[in-house]
């Protein structure tokens, strides 16, 4: 490769591991919620809509702050923002131990762990971006498979550490162990190769004095002005929708078929498992075919998904959608970060990708609330899915018609 030899080990897989073990602890704990729900309604006797609210506070705002946590992450590096979410994290389940009102729910989960959530996405991956070119796909899909990872074995270790003890001294522990280990991992993150002599996949070059790594590509403030720019956000808008509709409705829309609610539940768990399948294969495909054309396809199977559900009324049907919709959702989010990248280049990735993250948690917020008062007014999902096939129609428009601006190309 241009005369520079390559190490024998390459640090950019350390850089994979602490950020999929990173992803796995905050996502795994932050679906943990439901785990804590049956237990503090028990002893409050608050209603789900208020407690529930807390939660969507907590989705909302880590949608919010994610842009910050990129900016803050282009500047100072992975490490400082990482660092901070893991005390923010740490703290918030700590204190919901100790927690005895609304508000206080409100605060330490709505807010002190919505804040520290928005340092999980956008800098990790945004940083992995750095360190890969020609496997960027792949070591992408191997970190966000973190997220998919926790959802699967967090809850169930969350819910024994529940039925051994109580529920404050379980987030006691929780709390303490987000802390020490994202604090610990994220001791591990460099924000690009070049700070260690080393050019992106492994390849040895002296370092240039005052060097922060490859940062090719245009301002943010530069792509903020295109076109190019708004699509991509329109489009996980509407992607962010549909999935939180499936993920907060799909286990009660079984339960309404005659489904047990543990069928309802497991529904939700063969998301998970596709979610996980479509964040390792996806990442491999986008390096082999680019990412706009696993972006298409992905949109596709998943609009033909929500119209099979129209029609799913037998177990194996929602088994089938529920595959089928996890592995295109966990290639998507691949591409949450792939996508940009290839568009506007990486000096400003991570500030990219928060505005990214915002605009699907801003989907995200606003489906489940639909999707609900749908059911509320008719007793039924079926418009709620419907609204979720031309979302994903739009989605697949707009990706269609996404090109990286002109004037930028060549920035």
């Not at 190490?7 to 897989?13: D, E, W």
């Not at 959802?151 to 529940?162: D, E, K, N, R, Y």
Request: with cysteine; aromatic share 12%.
């Amino acid at each position: 490769m241009n005369g520079r030899a390559q190490p024998r080990f390459f640090y950019g897989y350390v850089v994979v591991m602490a950020g999929f073990l990173i992803l796995v602890v905050m996502y795994g704990t932050l679906y943990a919620f439901g785990v804590f729900l049956g237990p503090v309604l028990r002893e409050f006797g608050w209603t789900r809509a208020t407690t529930s609210g807390a939660y969507s506070l907590c989705f909302l705002l880590s949608g919010a702050v994610a842009v910050a946590a990129g900016r803050l992450s282009d500047r100072f590096g992975p490490r400082a923002v990482m660092s901070c979410s893991g005390l923010l994290l740490g703290l918030g389940y700590f204190l919901m131990a100790r927690m005895s009102s609304v508000w206080e729910l409100y605060l330490f989960y709505g807010t002190i762990v919505g804040v520290g959530m928005a340092g999980g996405i956008a800098p990790t991956l945004s940083t992995v971006a750095r360190w890969f070119v020609s496997r960027r796909g792949m070591m992408t899909g191997m970190t966000v498979a973190g997220t998919a990872m926790g959802t699967l074995i967090t809850p169930g270790i969350a819910s024994q550490l529940v039925s051994v003890y109580d529920w404050r001294t379980s987030l006691t522990a929780i709390g303490v162990g987000v802390f020490i280990l994202i604090v610990g991992l994220a001791q591990l993150l460099v924000r690009d190769p070049g700070r260690m002599g080393l050019l992106p996949d492994g390849v040895k070059s002296p370092p240039a004095a005052g060097s922060n790594g490859p940062a090719a590509g245009p301002s943010l403030r530069q792509v903020v002005w295109t076109g190019s720019f708004w699509m991509l956000l329109a489009i996980y808008l509407c992607i962010g929708l549909c999935i939180q509709i499936v993920i907060v409705h799909v286990a009660i829309h079984a339960v309404g078929l005659g489904f047990s609610p543990g069928r309802g539940a497991s529904i939700l768990s063969m998301v998970g498992v596709g979610s996980f399948l479509g964040r390792i294969v996806g990442g491999g495909v986008s390096d082999r075919f680019g990412n706009k054309h696993t972006m298409i396809g992905a949109l596709v199977l998943m609009g033909g998904g929500f119209i099979w559900l129209w029609v799913a009324r037998e177990l194996w049907r929602l088994y089938l959608f529920a595959l089928v919709f996890g592995f295109t959702y966990g290639e998507i989010l691949c591409m949450m970060s792939l996508y940009p990248a290839e568009l506007f280049g990486l000096k400003s990735q991570g500030a990219i990708l928060g505005m990214v993250v915002f605009a699907s948690t801003v989907g995200g917020s606003i489906g489940p609330v639909v999707a609900g008062r749908i059911f509320d007014i008719t007793g039924s999902y079926d418009w709620a899915f419907m609204i979720c096939t031309v979302a994903t129609m739009i989605g697949l428009g707009l990706t269609l018609c996404l090109q990286p601006p002109y004037h930028l190309r060549r920035l």
